[in-house]
């Protein structure tokens, strides 16, 4: 591009942004859109502070990274407990906590910490990249804070490299589940289950069965006017049953991302019999599918067999033949996920904390979430090619869902 670093300027909300100038840094990526960041912001229960770090190169904006202030005590899932899970609170009590800290990565999702405009040279992403974390760590250190950035390829990236030659403490995350789509038709996709889990392809197969014995529709929303209120609902109780709090965004979330992403935004709502019994929300990237909510009804749909319909069969089918590579289903319920043809992608976490008791204590607790980590998910297949989710952009080039119209 050509363009230098005037600035590295802070802000504390997307709508500081000009929506264009954004998009045009942002890219292909859904994740890092104007858009999507906006209805997260507008929508979110529990207000975080936000701090979005931005490199300027004269009218364009060159790069930036996404970070929001957690501190102890917040409501919600924060940082120990990504960390420490139920042992959050010893965490805390033997000071090994890194909070207050700036953390950095996708509220909702899976994607990089760091935006870089896709017209910059090789040189002149390294040169943005550093300038940004300089910043990030300068603000950080001047209030005591820690820094931390999330879902970092396992297998490397220009970011992970410029985290671990600055010291950062790295511990894994939970593997993303990934289903590559790498036939073209359901009948290919149902030959490729019967290679690797018949019973999974078998399973399918009553599946479809039951949705058309039971009369079960699955239709996408058009636009952004309707009724978000049963829809939230569902999303709220299935949030609650799954992770015994109450879903994080309020009821404006669906026709937000509805009305600011356009057909980008895939909500598909589930009806037995003409009632409502489950939704869908995802988001379209350049050739990539993220189903990031879903709420079910436990009492409508079981026989027609919606969860599985609805979140994994109306999609796979949908999408195939449509230029999507990739379906990302988010985090847990592996055996499931790889007995529907899912692969992990492996990530990392980075931390930097400057207390150097406190850093001391982490290393020991690190490593040992580390190998419980790893140990959760050994023998379960990964993606050998995940350099799509590396530090990289992705060609901008366009798809669309067979429902979005």
């Given amino acids: 591009m050509g363009n230098t670093i005037a600035a590295i300027e802070q802000w504390d909300s997307i709508t500081r942004a000009d929506p264009g100038q954004w998009d045009r840094m942002a890219g292909a990526r859904v994740l890092h859109s104007h858009g999507w960041l906006r209805a997260l912001e507008e929508s979110a229960l529990v207000r975080r502070r936000h701090v979005y770090f931005v490199a300027r190169g004269g009218d364009e904006l060159l790069g930036a990274i996404l970070t929001r202030l957690q501190l102890r005590g917040q409501a919600g899932v924060t940082l120990d407990h990504t960390l420490f899970n139920r042992a959050a609170t010893l965490a805390r009590h033997l000071r090994a906590s890194p909070l207050p800290a700036l953390v950095a990565g996708t509220q909702v999702g899976y994607a990089s910490p760091l935006v870089l405009h896709p017209g910059l040279s090789a040189a002149e992403r390294g040169a943005v990249r550093q300038e940004l974390l300089a910043s990030v760590e300068r603000t950080a250190a001047g209030n005591g804070w820690s820094v931390c950035l999330r879902d970092l390829p396992h297998d490397g990236s220009p970011l992970a490299q410029a985290l671990a030659d600055r010291g950062y403490l790295r511990t894994p995350e939970m593997p993303v589940a990934c289903l590559p789509i790498t036939w073209d038709s359901f009948a290919g996709y149902l030959a490729h289950l019967n290679a690797s889990h018949r019973w999974s392809a078998k399973n399918v197969r009553r599946e479809l069965n039951a949705a058309r014995r039971h009369g079960l529709v699955i239709e996408a929303i058009a636009g952004a006017s309707f009724d978000p209120q049963p829809l939230h609902a569902l999303l709220d109780a299935h949030h609650f049953r799954?992770?015994?709090?109450?879903?994080?965004?309020?009821?404006?979330?669906?026709?937000?991302?509805?009305?600011?992403?356009?057909?980008?935004?895939?909500?598909?709502?589930?009806?037995?019999?003409?009632?409502?019994?489950?939704?869908?929300?995802?988001?379209?990237?350049?050739?990539?599918?993220?189903?990031?909510?879903?709420?079910?009804?436990?009492?409508?749909?079981?026989?027609?067999?919606?969860?599985?319909?609805?979140?994994?069969?109306?999609?796979?089918?949908?999408?195939?033949?449509?230029?999507?590579?990739?379906?990302?289903?988010?985090?847990?319920?592996?055996?499931?996920?790889?007995?529907?043809?899912?692969?992990?992608?492996?990530?990392?976490?980075?931390?930097?904390?400057?207390?150097?008791?406190?850093?001391?204590?982490?290393?020991?607790?690190?490593?040992?979430?580390?190998?419980?980590?790893?140990?959760?998910?050994?023998?379960?297949?990964?993606?050998?090619?995940?350099?799509?989710?590396?530090?990289?952009d992705r060609p901008n080039r366009a798809w669309a869902s067979a429902d979005a119209s």
């Fill in 242 to 392: 799954r992770n015994r709090e109450p879903f994080p965004y309020d009821a404006g979330l669906l026709p937000r991302i509805k009305s600011y992403l356009g057909d980008r935004a895939i909500i598909h709502v589930a009806r037995v019999g003409g009632r409502v019994g489950g939704v869908s929300v995802g988001v379209a990237d350049a050739d990539a599918m993220h189903r990031l909510k879903v709420g079910v009804d436990p009492a409508v749909g079981r026989e027609a067999s919606l969860f599985a319909n609805l979140c994994y069969n109306h999609p796979i089918e949908r999408l195939t033949g449509t230029g999507c590579r990739r379906i990302y289903y988010g985090r847990l319920l592996y055996d499931f996920k790889v007995r529907r043809g899912c692969t992990l992608i492996d990530a990392d976490l980075y931390v930097n904390c400057r207390n150097r008791m406190r850093r001391s204590m982490l290393v020991a607790l690190l490593e040992i979430r580390s190998r419980r980590v790893a140990a959760r998910t050994a023998g379960l297949p990964r993606l050998v090619d995940a350099a799509d989710d590396a530090d990289v």
